[in-house]
């Protein structure tokens, strides 16, 4: 069972930076995709952006132009770098991990970690 660790989360002002980072317990060797959701209070849990493991990336397009997502697939983990940080971004995010192999894709995810963006 992979299991995966969140950090980076916090409080920052409107305007400001944070990077998050999710490391798996293992590494995977099947294609895969790594990714991040967020949850606000009272909302859906949403995709916020992914990688796969060939590199290619994927974005809301909320967060287009601010968030960069990207991987280190020697250390098993992903990043998600989220400059210009507005209030809205304030949200339970959590890390996803997607292995594919034989029939549907395994679905593992983080605990959540907390980003709060004040205005």
């Known amino acids: 069972q992979v299991q995966l660790v969140e950090s980076g989360g916090g409080l920052v002002q409107a305007g400001g930076s944070l990077r998050l980072s999710c490391a798996a317990s293992?590494?995977?060797?099947?294609?895969?995709?790594m990714g991040w959701y967020r949850q606000a209070p009272g909302k859906q849990r949403e995709l916020v952006a992914d990688?796969?493991?060939?590199?290619?990336?994927n974005y809301a397009e909320s967060v287009k132009g601010r968030f960069t997502i990207f991987r280190n697939n020697a250390k098993n983990t992903v990043y998600l770098q989220m400059n210009s940080l507005k209030p809205e971004d304030t949200a339970l995010y959590y890390c996803n991990l997607k292995i594919w192999g034989v029939g549907i894709p395994s679905d593992y995810w983080g605990q959540g970690t907390q980003v709060t963006v004040s205005s």
């Open positions: 293992e590494t995977i060797f099947n294609f895969n995709k």
């Open positions: 990688v796969t493991s060939g590199g290619s990336t």
